[in-house]
């Protein structure tokens, strides 16, 4: 298994989990920053988790925390098992992680961990892509 099937597999290992904020638990509660957390810790890392931010994080602490805590890629390159930053309500202030069919995530408005295709409106949506750190 290559490591980008792994870390997809890792993350759907996290589908159905209900979203909760701040949540950090699979099959208990998560949110996207959860998720990121927790597929890393899966992976074996030791990832700083920040707790005490809004339900809708400031966009700028957001970005700047992952930029410093992930290797920044092109969206060009970005691929399966790469994390994404995204725009809701046109700030940056989502995560979730590329799969081989779109996007996974923690989505509040779907109370849960989904996956599904990345259409236009997600794609638009998309400001940034990032690799877990010694990740190409």
Excluded: N
């Excluded at 509660?29 to 809004?54: E, F, H, K, M, N």
């Excluded at 790469?82 to 995530?105: C, K």
Aim: glycine share 10%; proline share 5%; hydrophobic share 45%.
């Amino acid at each position: 298994m290559t490591e980008a099937e792994t870390i997809v597999a890792l993350a759907r290992r996290w589908l159905g989990t209900p979203w909760h904020h701040q949540g950090r638990v699979r099959g208990v509660g998560v949110d996207c920053a959860g998720l990121v957390i927790g597929v890393a810790r899966d992976l074996g890392l030791d990832p700083v988790d920040v707790t005490g931010y809004a339900r809708r994080p400031d966009s700028d602490e957001l970005a700047r925390l992952v930029r410093a805590h992930l290797a920044e890629i092109p969206l060009a390159r970005a691929g399966p098992g790469a994390v994404l930053l995204l725009r809701i309500d046109d700030r940056a202030q989502h995560l979730g992680i590329l799969t081989d069919v779109g996007l996974l995530h923690a989505y509040a408005p779907a109370r849960r961990v989904v996956e599904h295709r990345i259409d236009a409106l997600w794609a638009e949506r998309i400001v940034g892509a990032f690799v877990f750190p010694g990740r190409q």
